[in-house]
């Protein structure tokens, strides 16, 4: 497992945006050559909901429909960071975010294969 730690969350007002970063104490490139790292958020009394996947290795992305043109997941690979920029924020945005890490081949979005998650980042937008 890969130990993660996000930051950047805080309180935004609607329209607003933010920029999430996961930082790891490892290098998701020396653990594997195959690593997907991702993000998800969950509100109070909702499920985990998925966001957007990198594949480590390729760059290569793929995202929820329900953010896809707001929100934006890339990854520096020199500086070993993942990040989320979120664009036009909603007050349904408000969540905790999580930031999370699997060995994969491919771009997955179930929660429950992810086996490193970070803390998680509060994120409050208001209208």
């Known amino acids: 497992q890969v130990q993660l730690v996000e930051s950047g969350g805080g309180s935004v007002q609607a329209g607003g945006s933010l920029r999430l970063s996961c930082g790891t104490y490892?290098?998701?490139?020396?653990?594997?050559?195959?690593?997907?790292a991702a993000w998800f958020r969950q509100a109070p009394w909702k499920e985990r909901e998925f966001l957007a996947v990198?594949?480590?290795?390729?760059?290569?992305?793929y995202k929820a429909d329900a953010v896809k043109s707001r929100f934006y997941i890339s990854r520096d690979k020199a500086d070993n960071v993942l990040y989320l920029k979120m664009n036009r924020l909603k007050p349904d945005d408000t969540a905790v975010y999580y930031c999370?890490?699997?060995?994969?081949?491919?771009?997955?979005?179930?929660?429950?294969?992810?086996?490193?998650w970070g803390q998680g980042t509060q994120v409050t937008v208001s209208s």
């Open positions: 990198i594949s480590w290795r390729s760059g290569a992305t």
């Open positions: 490892e290098t998701f490139s020396d653990m594997s050559p195959h690593y997907a």
């Open positions: 999370a890490a699997t060995k994969s081949t491919g771009l997955l979005s179930t929660s429950r294969v992810y086996t490193s």
